[in-house]
C-alpha cells in the first residue's frame, strides 16, 4: 500500500476507539495516519479491548495506549488533561452508540469521553453499529446534538454488517476517513493561503438526501435521492469562502470538509433544524427529496400479512412543507431561498408554478427520468428559473430570469447554481 500524501505532517491526531466490531479497522486506520505524517496517540475504552487489543495499536503507533482514566502513574502528572491539551484532532473510529449517547449527554465517565470534554481540538468520529441501531430516533437526536455540538461525523457508510443486516451503520473504511481528513485540512490551508471567496461572511443551509417515515420498526417510506446534488452543493459553497451547514437524511456519503452536518431522519427532524438554522443564514437551498407523507401512526411492532387479506390501507398524512415555511418567514429573519423542482414531465411548468406557489426567490429544475441524470447519478442538468425583478426577464415575458444548464458533473454544476445564487443575493441586497 503506498503511503497517502498531503498537508498532515506533524499533527498529533488523538485516535479513540470504542467497542464495536469496526476496532479492527482502527489498526489499519492508525497505520495510515502515520504513514500520512501524524504523531499517533490512541486511547481505548474498556469494551474496545475485547475486539483488539492494546499492544497491537502501541506496535503500530510507537505510543504507550491508554486504557484508564484513573492511572496512578499517568494521573500523578494530571495525565488526561495532557493529553488534551496534546491532540489538534480527536478522531473516534469507531464511534459506537452507546459513545456518542454518552457524549451527546455530556457525560465524562471514562477516559476518552473525559479528554473530548476537556478538549478544544478538532472533533471527528466515525459512528459504526447496526443498521436498526443506527436508524432509532434516539441516535438521530444524539447525532444531530453532536454536530451541534461541533462534532464532524464521517459517514456511516452502508452495505452488508457483521451481524448479517444490510443498511446504513457501517465503519467508514480507513482510507475515505483519511482522505476525509486531508480534504479538510487542505481546505483549510488553501482558506489562509487564498483571497476570500465571493460567499466569505455568508451563511448558507443546504438540506439533502432522501427522509425516511417509518411505518413500523423494520420498514419505511422513502425515495431514490442519493444526496449527491446536496453534498455537491454543500461543499461548493465550503469552497466558495461560505460558512456551511447541511442538514442531511440517511446517505452514504462522507460529511465534505470544511462543512457542518446535521444528521436527521424523518421529515418533522428535517423540518425543525431548517426552522432551527434558516433564520441565520443568509442563503437557504432546499435540495432535499424530502416524503409528503407519512403514516399518521407508524406500527410499534412488525405489520404481519394477513392470510386471506390481499390488500393493505395506511393512513397518511401530510408532511410540513420545509421549502415554504422557510420562504414565508418575516422579511427580518428570511434568507434568500432556493429550492428544486425534481419532475418526470413538463418539468419547466412545475417549476415555474413551484417558484411561485411557495414564494421563492429562485428554483432549480431538473429533469429525473433521463436517463444518466438526477437521482443516484453523478451527472446533472437543470433549468435556473428567478425573479429578476425589472432587471431582466425570460423568454417567455415575465419577471423571471432563465438559464439551462447542460448535463455535467454534479459538482461544476453545484458551482454554477452557487454563483446564481449569490448573484440573486447580491442583487436583493442592493435594492
Known sequence: MSSPSGPTTGRRVLLG???????????????????????????MTQGAQAFITPLTLQALTGEPVRTSLLDPEAEAGMGHIELARWADTILIAP???????????????????????????????????????????ATRRNAARLAEDGWRLLGPDSGDQACGDVGPGRMLEPEAILEALLAAEQAAEQA???????????????????????????????????GKMGYALAEAAAALGARVKLISGPVALPCPAGVECLPVETALEMHAAAQRLAPESDLFIGCAAVADYRAETAAEHKIKKVEGEDALTL??????????????????RRP?????????????????DKLARKGLDMVVANDVSREGLGFGADDNAAVLLWRAGSRQSSPKGDDLG??????????????????????????????
Not at 197 to 224: F, K, Q
Not at 317 to 332: H, M, R, T, W
Open 17 to 43: 476507539i470504542s467497542a464495536g466490531i469496526a476496532a479492527y479497522k482502527s489498526a489499519l486506520l492508525a497505520r495510515l495516519l502515520k504513514q500520512a505524517g501524524c504523531e499517533v496517540r490512541v486511547v
Open 95 to 137: 464511534a459506537t452508540a452507546d459513545l456518542m449517547a454518552r457524549l451527546a449527554a455530556g457525560m465524562a465517565d471514562d477516559l476518552l469521553t473525559t479528554l473530548c470534554l476537556a478538549s478544544d481540538a478538532e472533533r471527528v468520529m466515525a459512528p459504526a453499529m447496526n443498521q436498526a441501531m443506527w436508524a432509532h430516533p
Open 192 to 226: 489562509a493561503d487564498t483571497d476570500k471567496g465571493p460567499a466569505s461572511g455568508l451563511t448558507v443551509t443546504i438540506t439533502a438526501g432522501p427522509t425516511r417515515e417509518p411505518l413500523d420498526p423494520v420498514r419505511y417510506l422513502s425515495n431514490h435521492s442519493s
Open 315 to 332: 393512513r397518511l398524512v401530510k408532511n410540513p412543507d420545509i421549502i415554504a415555511a422557510v420562504a414565508a418567514l418575516p422579511e427580518a
Open 336 to 352: 434568500l431561498v432556493v429550492g428544486f423542482a425534481a419532475e418526470t414531465r413538463d418539468v419547466e411548468r412545475y417549476a415555474r
Open 402 to 431: 432563465r438559464d439551462a444548464l447542460p448535463p455535467q458533473p454534479k459538482a461544476q454544476l453545484a458551482e454554477a447554481i452557487l454563483r446564481r445564487a449569490l448573484a440573486c443575493l447580491a442583487d436583493r441586497q442592493s435594492r
